[in-house]
């Protein structure tokens, strides 16, 4: 099944608040998803990779390493910036963390505690928070927190469909 390269994905603007505890769950889920399909893989199959594509446990470990950014970009909102922080789109963090090498037990921990740590600032968000937008740097598009939620949800499917993908091939 062809998917769609992330960076010639569209993201629609997300008009209804309402929508937001559904993100939430979503993106609440995500570790206990990573886990489901990591975490008794053997280590052969978490660290192999196909051609230039990341390996199981580079993939988890990237999702751990853009917590940050996604967090400071709740934090651009907040203060009111006009414009989120921009990402590093050339993943060097990922790249130079050597994940491979690290238990995944570890990385899937990391990303569970970040990422708690992610969906308790979206729930300690008010209304007025809510409302406010802000420019994303790469799309040139307004967002609002909700837009933004629903794009790191968005994120994350992507490479658990490249963990899916991957598994397929090499199991």
């Known amino acids: 099944?062809?998917?769609?390269?992330?960076?010639?994905?569209?993201?629609?603007?997300?008009?209804?608040?309402?929508?937001?505890?559904a993100i939430i769950e979503r993106l609440s889920g995500t570790p206990a998803r990573?886990?489901?399909?990591?975490?008794k893989l053997p280590p052969t199959l978490l660290t192999r990779k196909l051609?230039?594509?990341?390996?199981?446990?580079e993939e988890?470990?990237?999702?751990?390493?853009?917590?940050?950014?996604?967090?400071?970009?709740?934090?651009?909102?907040?203060?009111?910036?006009?414009?989120?922080?921009?990402?590093?789109l050339t993943n060097q963090t990922t790249h130079k963390a050597n994940h491979n090498a690290?238990?995944?037990?570890?990385l899937l921990k990391r990303f569970r505690e970040q990422r708690r740590q992610l969906v308790a600032k979206l729930m300690s968000l008010d209304e007025s928070r809510l409302i406010k937008t802000a420019l994303h740097p790469?799309?040139?598009?307004?967002?609002?927190?909700?837009?933004?939620?629903?794009?790191?949800?968005?994120?994350?499917?992507?490479h658990l469909a490249s963990i899916r993908e991957l598994l397929a091939v090499v199991s």
């Open 1 to 21: 099944m062809k998917r769609t390269p992330w960076f010639e994905r569209v993201f629609p603007i997300i008009d209804d608040n309402g929508l937001m505890p």
């Open 60 to 88: 988890i470990g990237h999702l751990a390493d853009m917590e940050p950014l996604w967090s400071g970009r709740v934090d651009d909102f907040i203060k009111g910036l006009p414009e989120l922080r921009v990402a590093d």
């Open 34 to 39: 990573a886990e489901e399909m990591a975490g």
């Open 138 to 158: 790469r799309l040139k598009t307004p967002m609002r927190v909700i837009d933004l939620a629903h794009f790191v949800a968005e994120h994350d499917d992507h």
């Open 51 to 57: 051609a230039d594509r990341w390996s199981v446990k």
């Open 102 to 106: 690290t238990e995944i037990r570890v």
